[in-house]
């Protein structure tokens, strides 16, 4: 499974090639991932830091991959394209 946290929209197009990919993609909610990440006492904010928290997060939370109807899967295919 692949956790992203949501970034104004600066993460559309890796989640589109994710989906095309059909690759298991979950976009957190980064308040969500930072409130777990409090509850767990890593409050630093570096870059390897957030990457073990979005992973640590996936693994306890079990945020569910939703996969595109086919139709969706088209139409963002030919986009890709």
């Known amino acids: 499974m692949i956790v ?8 559309l197009p890796l989640i ?3 989906v095309a ?4 993609v979950v976009l957190a909610n980064p308040r969500q991932v930072r409130d777990f990440a409090k509850a767990t006492g890593k409050l ?3 870059d390897p830091l957030d ?5 640590h997060f996936a693994e306890v939370i079990r945020p569910v ?5 086919d139709e ?3 139409a963002l295919a030919a986009l890709l394209a």
């Not at 990919?21 to 298991?24: E, F, M, N, V």
């Not at 990457?51 to 992973?55: E, N, P, V």
């Open 4 to 11: 992203l946290g949501a970034t104004c929209g600066l993460e």
């Open 16 to 18: 589109g090639a994710l």
């Open 21 to 24: 990919a059909r690759l298991p």
């Open 44 to 46: 630093a904010k570096t």
């Open 51 to 55: 990457a073990q928290i979005f992973g």
């Open 65 to 69: 991959p939703r996969l595109l109807p």
């Open 72 to 74: 969706q899967m088209q």
